[in-house]
């Protein structure tokens, strides 16, 4: 009877010995999945790496998000006011059959604040995908009011066209972390195709630029040639958020506030035009 009882209790000794091992390693595995989990949603959380866009053409990794290389930042408004302002009444060919027979450009309608809907460009609209969100659709109002409904015409007798010819581009003037004032002289030039008469206007304006956060996702074959070209502006990761009338001073980069107020540039504005 004796032997039976001491063999009984060495069981259970072993039995509660091995439940309180099991135990523990649950719990060790618990902590270790909590763990891991923390650290995955760690990862999910942070933001990739900023890419600065080089001059050859290949990106670096930089440890700051706002960092962007000055001549990508002139690149990028010569770029945008490029597309901006070249109005040829064709559409930018997309294979060799379009570059002998472009289509024409049947423009988009903009409702303008008078209450009417004006044209723009479809390059135009495009890159107005460079501009803020809260800033685009005035200024898309803008270029609706200015371009000529001639640059749509089919009639070779009425149609004009439009180019934006960049005299100079500031080099970018920082402003606060990741903003920039850029300065941009340039002239608008309208030609009529007819006897080749043309119309100058001075376009000379202070470009506020800041880099912005984008997320890139693949693209694929259903993806259309609009959706690419948006796709190839915004992956720029900078975006203008206002313009101004420049200052044709000398020492553009080093213009004091008072210089400023005497150009009639002030830090705020409450058009998007000026």
Same mark, same amino acid.
């Given at each position: 009877m004796v032997r039976l009882l001491e063999k009984k209790q060495r069981t259970v000794n072993l039995l509660t010995t091995f439940a309180i091992a099991t135990l523990g390693l649950q719990i060790l595995a618990l902590l270790f999945l909590t763990f891991q989990g923390l650290k995955i949603r760690q990862l999910s959380l942070r933001k990739p790496a900023a890419f600065v866009q080089l001059i050859a053409g290949q990106p670096i990794t930089v440890t700051d998000d706002l960092a962007r290389d000055p001549e990508v930042i002139r690149q990028f408004v010569s770029k945008s006011m490029t597309s901006m302002f070249n109005w040829s009444g064709k559409l930018p060919a997309q294979n060799v059959e379009e570059v002998s027979k472009p289509k024409p450009d049947l423009g988009i309608l903009i409702p303008t604040s008078q209450g009417i809907s004006k044209k723009v460009t479809t390059s135009s609209w495009i890159a107005s995908f460079a501009i803020s969100e809260? !800033?685009?659709?005035? !200024?898309?109002?803008?270029? /609706? /009011?200015?371009?000529?409904?001639?640059v749509f015409s089919n009639n070779s007798s009425q149609a004009i066209t439009a180019q934006i010819a960049i005299k100079r581009v500031y080099p970018p003037q920082k402003i606060s972390p990741g903003k920039w004032r850029v300065g941009l002289v340039a002239d608008l030039i309208q030609t009529k195709k007819l006897d080749g008469r043309r119309i100058i206007t001075p376009f000379n304006k202070d470009l506020l630029v800041r880099a912005v956060d984008y997320f890139p996702y693949p693209l694929d074959d259903t993806t259309s040639v609009l959706q690419k070209a948006i796709y190839g502006i915004r992956s720029e990761k900078l975006e203008i958020y206002e313009i101004r009338n420049l200052c044709l001073l000398d020492q553009y980069n080093n213009l004091s506030q008072e210089q400023l107020q005497q150009c009639g540039i002030q830090n705020t504005s409450d058009s998007f035009v000026r």
């Open positions: 809260d !800033f685009r659709k005035g !200024f898309l109002r803008e270029i /609706a /009011a200015m371009t000529p409904p001639e």
